[in-house]
C-alpha cells in the first residue's frame, strides 16, 4: 500500500478474536440476538432474520456478549465485511467465524480510526486476497493480523474518524428520521383502513381525535361484507382496479442506453440478474413489488421497495403506481398488511404473477377519505426520499474522503472543509 504514513501488521496494534460455537440445538424463535455472518453489511449490523438463543445460553458465552462501538469483521464468505455496533444493536451475541477486533496499543491506534481503515478499498482487498477454501472463501485471526496498514499519528487519527464520523453521523441520524417517518404512515394506514379507529369511536360516541372536516369523512357504522365488517358505505374491490402496473407497458432500452444501467441510475429486480434484454427504464415515483424469487416476507406480506427518480428494474419485480385518489404511497401501505401468500403460486420458484396480483382484496373507502389520506402522508414520504436522497450525497462524499485522507493525500482542514458544504 503506497501513502505518506508508514506501514505496520495490522496485529502489532489489534487483535481479533471469532466468535462462539453455538450448537444447532441452542437455536431458538426468540431470546438474545446472535450475530452472524450474514448480519453483517456494509459497516453496519443488519439483524433481520436473525437467529436467537435463550438468555441463559447467552450468559453460558458472557464474554462473547457485543458492546457498544465493537468493530466486527467477516471471516467466512464475504470476508472483510465490517460493521460497528450500535447502542440499538444491543443486547447481542458473537457467533462463530465473525471476529471482533480489541485494541492493542492505545497509544498507537484509535478504535473509531480502525473501524475506517478497515473499510479502505485497498486494506478490503487485502484481507479478500488471503481468502481459502474452494467452495467458501474463509480467513484466519493469524492472516489477518499479518496485513499491513497504514498508521498516521493518533492525533490525526482522531481527526479523521471524526470527520468521517460527523458523517455517519449524519446518514444514520436520516436512517433512523425515516423509520420513524415510515412507522407514522404505518401507523396511521392501520388506524383508518386495518382497525378502524375513527369509525370505531364515533360508532360508540366517542370523539375520533380528529379534525372535524376529516372526522365527517369517516362513517358512524359497520356493515357486512365478503371481507367481513366494514365501515359503512365502504366498498370492496380488487386492488388492480386501483394501481397502474407497468408490465405489459415496458419497452426495452437498448444501445448506448445500457451503459447507465450500472452507472448513473440504480438497478432494482432479482439480485444478480444481468439479462440486459429485459432491463427497462423508468421515471419518478413507484412501487415495486416482487414477481417470482423473493416474494413473501415473513409475516406474509408482499416484498416491496419504494422507490423514486430515474431507476432501472428486470422483469422480476411488478412496476406500479396508484391510479385516481389512491396514491402510490397508500398502495405502498396496503401492501404492507394485505397477505399476499394466498396469492403466489410455485414451491420450488415462488412467483406473484400480475393477474394473481390484481385480484387482491382492497377496501375502497372512498376518494375524498383516500385523498385526505394522501395529503397528510405526502409531508412524510417527501421528506423520506429527501432524507435518502441526502445520505446518498454524504456517503458518497465519505466515500471519496476515506482512501485519500487515510493515504496522506488529502489534508484534515481541505476535509473539513468539503464536509462543512454539505452540512
Same mark, same amino acid.
Given at each position: 500500500?503506497?501513502?505518506?504514513?508508514?506501514?505496520?501488521?495490522?496485529?502489532?496494534?489489534?487483535?481479533?478474536?471469532?466468535?462462539?460455537?453455538?450448537?444447532?440445538?441452542?437455536?431458538?424463535?426468540?431470546?438474545?440476538?446472535?450475530?452472524?455472518?450474514?448480519?453483517?453489511?456494509?459497516?453496519?449490523?443488519?439483524?433481520?432474520?436473525?437467529?436467537?438463543?435463550? $438468555?441463559?445460553?447467552?450468559?453460558?458465552?458472557?464474554?462473547?456478549?457485543?458492546?457498544?462501538?465493537?468493530?466486527?469483521?467477516?471471516?467466512?464468505?464475504?470476508?472483510?465485511?465490517?460493521?460497528?455496533?450500535?447502542?440499538c444493536?444491543?443486547?447481542?451475541?458473537?457467533?462463530?467465524?465473525?471476529?471482533?477486533?480489541?485494541?492493542?496499543?492505545?497509544?498507537?491506534?484509535?478504535?473509531?480510526?480502525?473501524?475506517?481503515?478497515?473499510?479502505?478499498?485497498?486494506?478490503?482487498?487485502?484481507?479478500?486476497?488471503?481468502?481459502?477454501?474452494?467452495?467458501?472463501?474463509?480467513?484466519?485471526?493469524?492472516?489477518?493480523?499479518? @496485513?499491513?496498514?497504514?498508521?498516521?499519528p493518533? $492525533?490525526?487519527?482522531?481527526?479523521?474518524?471524526?470527520?468521517?464520523?460527523?458523517?455517519?453521523?449524519?446518514?444514520?441520524?436520516?436512517?433512523?428520521?425515516?423509520?420513524?417517518?415510515?412507522?407514522?404512515?404505518?401507523?396511521?394506514?392501520?388506524?383508518?383502513?386495518?382497525?378502524?379507529? $375513527?369509525?370505531?369511536?364515533?360508532?360508540?360516541?366517542?370523539? &375520533?381525535g380528529?379534525?372535524?372536516?376529516?372526522?365527517?369523512?369517516? &362513517?358512524?357504522?359497520?356493515?357486512?361484507? %365478503?371481507l367481513? %365488517?366494514?365501515?359503512?358505505?365502504?366498498?370492496?374491490?380488487?386492488?388492480?382496479?386501483?394501481?397502474?402496473?407497468?408490465?405489459?407497458?415496458?419497452? $426495452?432500452?437498448?444501445?448506448?442506453?445500457?451503459?447507465?444501467? +450500472?452507472?448513473?441510475?440504480?438497478?432494482?429486480?432479482?439480485?444478480?440478474?444481468?439479462?440486459? @434484454?429485459?432491463?427497462?427504464?423508468?421515471?419518478?415515483?413507484?412501487?415495486?413489488?416482487g414477481?417470482?424469487?423473493?416474494? @413473501?416476507?415473513?409475516?406474509?406480506?408482499?416484498?416491496?421497495?419504494?422507490?423514486?427518480?430515474?431507476?432501472?428494474?428486470?422483469?422480476?419485480?411488478?412496476?406500479?403506481?396508484?391510479?385516481?385518489?389512491?396514491?402510490?404511497? +397508500?398502495?405502498? /401501505?396496503?401492501?404492507?398488511?394485505?397477505?399476499?401468500?394466498?396469492?403466489?403460486?410455485?414451491?420450488?420458484?415462488?412467483?406473484?404473477?400480475?393477474?394473481?396480483?390484481?385480484?387482491?382484496?382492497?377496501?375502497?373507502?372512498?376518494? +375524498?377519505?383516500?385523498?385526505?389520506?394522501?395529503?397528510?402522508? +405526502?409531508?412524510?414520504?417527501?421528506?423520506?426520499?429527501?432524507n435518502?436522497?441526502? @445520505?446518498?450525497?454524504?456517503?458518497?462524499?465519505?466515500?471519496?474522503?476515506?482512501?485519500?485522507?487515510?493515504?496522506?493525500?488529502?489534508?484534515?482542514?481541505?476535509?473539513e472543509? /468539503?464536509t462543512?458544504?454539505?452540512?
Amino acid at each position: 500500500m503506497v501513502g505518506e504514513y508508514d506501514t505496520v501488521p495490522l496485529g502489532d496494534v489489534a487483535s481479533v478474536r471469532s466468535g462462539f460455537a453455538f450448537k444447532s440445538s441452542d437455536w431458538t424463535e426468540t431470546g438474545i440476538p446472535v450475530v452472524k455472518i450474514a448480519n453483517v453489511k456494509d459497516g453496519n449490523l443488519v439483524m433481520d432474520r436473525c437467529s436467537f438463543v435463550p $438468555p441463559a445460553i447467552a450468559d453460558s458465552a458472557a464474554e462473547f456478549a457485543l458492546q457498544s462501538g465493537d468493530i466486527l469483521i467477516a471471516m467466512t464468505g464475504y470476508i472483510g465485511d465490517v460493521a460497528y455496533v450500535r447502542k440499538c444493536d444491543l443486547p447481542a451475541t458473537l457467533n462463530q467465524r465473525v471476529g471482533r477486533f480489541a485494541i492493542r496499543d492505545a497509544k498507537r491506534l484509535d478504535k473509531r480510526f480502525l473501524f475506517y481503515l478497515l473499510r479502505d478499498a485497498d486494506v478490503r482487498k487485502e484481507i479478500e486476497g488471503l481468502g481459502y477454501g474452494s467452495a467458501q472463501p474463509n480467513v484466519s485471526p493469524t492472516l489477518i493480523h499479518g @496485513v499491513e496498514v497504514p498508521l498516521p499519528p493518533l $492525533p490525526e487519527q482522531l481527526a479523521f474518524a471524526h470527520i468521517l464520523g460527523t458523517l455517519d453521523d449524519k446518514i444514520e441520524l436520516n436512517r433512523r428520521m425515516n423509520e420513524t417517518l415510515e412507522a407514522m404512515a404505518r401507523a396511521l394506514f392501520k388506524s383508518w383502513f386495518v382497525d378502524f379507529d $375513527p369509525v370505531r369511536a364515533k360508532a360508540e360516541g366517542r370523539d &375520533p381525535g380528529l379534525p372535524k372536516p376529516l372526522a365527517d369523512l369517516f &362513517p358512524d357504522s359497520f356493515e357486512d361484507s %365478503e371481507l367481513g %365488517e366494514i365501515p359503512k358505505g365502504w366498498e370492496v374491490h380488487s386492488v388492480g382496479a386501483h394501481m397502474v402496473n407497468f408490465d405489459s407497458k415496458r419497452v $426495452p432500452v437498448s444501445g448506448a442506453d445500457r451503459s447507465d444501467r +450500472q452507472g448513473q441510475y440504480p438497478y432494482h429486480g432479482a439480485a444478480g440478474v444481468m439479462d440486459y @434484454v429485459d432491463d427497462y427504464l423508468f421515471d419518478g415515483v413507484h412501487l415495486l413489488v416482487g414477481e417470482d424469487g423473493s416474494v @413473501v416476507q415473513n409475516n406474509g406480506a408482499a416484498v416491496t421497495q419504494y422507490v423514486w427518480g430515474k431507476i432501472w428494474v428486470n422483469n422480476h419485480a411488478h412496476v406500479l403506481q396508484g391510479r385516481g385518489a389512491v396514491s402510490t404511497e +397508500q398502495l405502498y /401501505l396496503y401492501f404492507h398488511f394485505e397477505p399476499v401468500a394466498p396469492y403466489v403460486t410455485g414451491a420450488v420458484q415462488p412467483k406473484l404473477s400480475q393477474g394473481r396480483m390484481n385480484t387482491m382484496p382492497f377496501l375502497f373507502a372512498g376518494e +375524498q377519505l383516500c385523498r385526505a389520506f394522501q395529503r397528510t402522508i +405526502q409531508p412524510w414520504f417527501a421528506r423520506l426520499r429527501t432524507n435518502v436522497d441526502e @445520505v446518498k450525497t454524504l456517503a458518497a462524499l465519505r466515500d471519496t474522503l476515506l482512501p485519500k485522507l487515510i493515504s496522506g493525500e488529502l489534508r484534515v482542514n481541505d476535509a473539513e472543509r /468539503l464536509t462543512e458544504v454539505t452540512a
